[in-house]
């Protein structure tokens, strides 16, 4: 092989792999990102989190599934699951901002006791279906 | 001057300017107002300066409604009264307790917060307080741990309170009114009945029993009623030799209106990092002031709640922690569990807080209501058939609770679940009795505070109170009444505070007459 040649090759291959680390995930990872509860980490073990959202089907029965969830809460955030590319860390943060929204608007809901915001309840439940 | 009245020969007449009736926080506190002064004050105790079975068996009664404490085991019969009970809380009332409040039926005193500032400051003295300032602002200054929550406050704000060591007043005050040179102490007497002139305008004189058997009477220019708001009610009640209704009770008020402060474990905080929670935590013998949580007057007016305040206790310590119904549930103050090891543990929890946090637990706070209740003319103190020693009707008490005053909870701890969330600060969990919007029911664990309100209320109008603005007894010129009992509304605060402040206006008052 040429060098010249091998530089090519070896540069592409670097950069595909970095790709995937700055931000370009698949609409499975743009699920997972949906599901993260940071905002309840420090509070909610994962079993918490799992029962939480089990209980909100209960009462939202009509949001039981990954699909309905998933495109609930994008919406909410104001990010398309068309897109390829998108970065975690800004999602996540929209996500925060609109948990802190909810509160503000009275958007809440009380499930197992727990006084939550309408987003991170629905985050629990897309949990509790995509850990099955 | 000391005088135990089973050594007075029987049928002794006794004779004074004033006579207060009952040495409790308000009946101490205003004798001794008069320390000093020119008026003869014959101060009547009915028990002795020790803790006596006997004497405390007069208190019995039976409790009709709403799940209560026994009702012998929550006052105290001796000189001093329930001061011997008491916990040391100490907080005045807020402006909005004295309004008229178009969501609280029966609300709004004849008088205003403004007409008790001069007598709070008067009564700091009387109970060891620290400062006439109850602003977080002062105590933040004064502690620089001190740290509140980043609530919105136009919604949640923090009230403060302060700890008397507690006074005992048998112990602190003995000796000053023992020695007196114009009080005279009476021990073991118990009124028994109040005698008015044939009009009923005026009281003629009091009449004295004890277990010695012996009989004695009081007169005096002026009498006041100090017994706090059950023993007020029942001599009123029980002194119906003239008119069967009782003293006062021309349309059927006395009694009626009791009110506590329903005090009921409700919900836990579990913050998302560390904070200093000092400001919020009480550790007996050392905190100063803490703070509670409060609604602010335009979010209890826009949800149409009572005024309540929320206090925390870390919740390792608080799922340990004995319930008031099972610290007395026999008749004996005296007879309460004690759980020693819960001091050792919150001691030891506050250290760690100061070190660092390791488990979510510990940052986890159980939250626990205290919230006056909506005046209800059924809740109410009723003679029994049943007689005591010195034959006297015993009482029932029927305490009654309405629909706003849980209502009231579930709404303060919705609106503390959703500022919890705007902070970001953590999130809060409803105990479940709080979940249901239409579960009208109280959990067993649902207490009073030993703080009984209400039973002669302050109104001008003789239709809708049984004491005016003066305390005065409507329709008797001579008459008053100290004390609690005279409560329009019950407030968040604890009410020690504020009953001697009223107790020790009403002195004033009446210190105007002989001016």
Not at chain 1, 113 to 118: D, E, P, T, V
Not at chain 2, 332 to 345: G, V
């Amino acid at each position: 092989m040429k060098r010249r040649k091998f530089i090519y090759i070896s540069t592409a291959v670097t950069i595909s792999l970095m790709v995937p680390q700055t931000g370009c995930s698949s609409k499975n990872s743009l699920i997972n990102i949906l599901a993260s509860l940071e905002s309840l980490s420090n509070i909610y073990n994962i079993d918490l989190k799992l029962e939480i959202g089990k209980k909100y089907m209960e009462i939202a029965s009509d949001e039981s599934a990954i699909e309905t969830l998933s495109n609930v809460i994008s919406k909410r955030i104001d990010v398309s699951k068309d897109n390829k590319r998108f970065d975690e860390a800004k999602i996540k943060n929209k996500i925060h901002t609109a948990i802190i929204e909810d509160f503000e608007r009275g958007e809440i809901i009380t499930v197992d006791g727990w006084i939550l915001s309408l987003t991170e309840a629905r985050q629990c439940a897309l949990l509790s279906l995509i850990q099955n | 001057m000391h005088i135990d009245a089973r050594e007075l020969d029987n049928n002794t007449l006794i004779e004074g300017d004033i006579c207060i009736i009952g040495a409790g926080a308000a009946g101490i506190s205003m004798a001794l107002d008069w320390d000093k002064t020119n008026q003869k004050v014959i101060l009547l105790e009915g028990g002795g300066f020790e803790y006596d079975a006997k004497l405390q068996e007069l208190y019995e009664g039976k409790n009709i409604g709403q799940k209560y404490l026994p009702l012998s085991a929550i006052r105290l019969h001796k000189f001093g009264g329930t001061t011997g009970l008491w916990g040391g809380f100490c907080s005045p009332f807020d402006d909005i307790d004295f309004v008229e409040r178009k969501w609280v039926e029966h609300s709004g005193w004849p008088i205003s917060l403004k007409d008790l500032v001069p007598f709070y400051n008067q009564a700091m003295d009387i109970l060891d307080l620290h400062s006439t300032d109850y602003s977080l602002d002062y105590w933040q200054k004064r502690e620089p741990s001190y740290e509140n929550l980043p609530f919105n406050n136009h919604i949640i704000h923090e009230k403060i309170w302060q700890f008397s060591p507690p006074t005992r007043f048998g112990k602190k005050y003995k000796d000053d009114v023992v020695n007196s040179r114009n009080i005279e102490l009476y021990t073991y007497a118990n009124v028994t009945n109040i005698a008015a002139i044939e009009s009923m305008k005026e009281i003629d004189k009091l009449e004295i029993k004890n277990h010695a058997g012996k009989k004695h009477f009081v007169k005096a220019k002026y009498y006041i009623l100090a017994c706090g708001a059950i023993q007020n009610a029942r001599i009123l009640l029980t002194s119906n030799k003239q008119n069967i209704k009782g003293l006062g009770n021309e349309n059927d008020l006395v009694g009626r209106y009791f009110m506590e402060h329903v005090e009921v474990k409700s919900s836990e905080i579990w913050l998302n990092s560390d904070y200093d929670m000092s400001l919020y935590l009480l550790r007996k013998g050392t905190t100063k002031a803490r703070a509670e949580l409060a609604i602010s007057n335009e979010a209890q007016e826009k949800y149409k709640i009572l005024n309540g305040t929320v206090s925390l206790r870390p919740l390792d310590i608080a799922r340990h922690a004995v319930t008031i119904n099972e610290n007395w549930k026999d008749g004996n103050p005296y007879l309460k569990k004690e759980d020693k090891s819960l001091m050792e543990r919150i001691k030891k929890k506050y250290l760690k807080m100061k070190e660092g946090r390791i488990d979510n637990i510990q940052r986890a706070f159980q939250l626990h209501t205290r919230i006056e209740q909506a005046p209800n003319p059924n809740s109410r103190i009723l003679l029994d058939n049943k007689k005591d020693a010195l034959g006297m009707n015993l009482v029932n008490l029927n305490w009654q609770l309405s629909d706003i005053d849980k209502d009231s909870i579930r709404t303060i701890y919705n609106i503390i679940g959703q500022q919890v969330g705007v902070s970001d600060i953590g999130r809060i969990k409803l105990m479940e009795f709080l979940r249901e919007k239409d579960d009208k029911s109280w959990p067993e664990f649902t207490s009073g505070g030993f703080h009984h309100m209400g039973t002669t209320r302050m109104n001008n109008d003789p239709k809708k109170g049984v004491v005016d603005s003066t305390c005065k007894l409507h329709g008797i010129d001579n008459l008053f009444v100290a004390g609690s009992s005279c409560f329009t509304t019950s407030g968040a605060s604890n009410p020690t505070f504020t009953l001697i402040a009223l107790s020790l206006r009403l002195s004033n008052y009446l210190k105007s007459k002989f001016n």
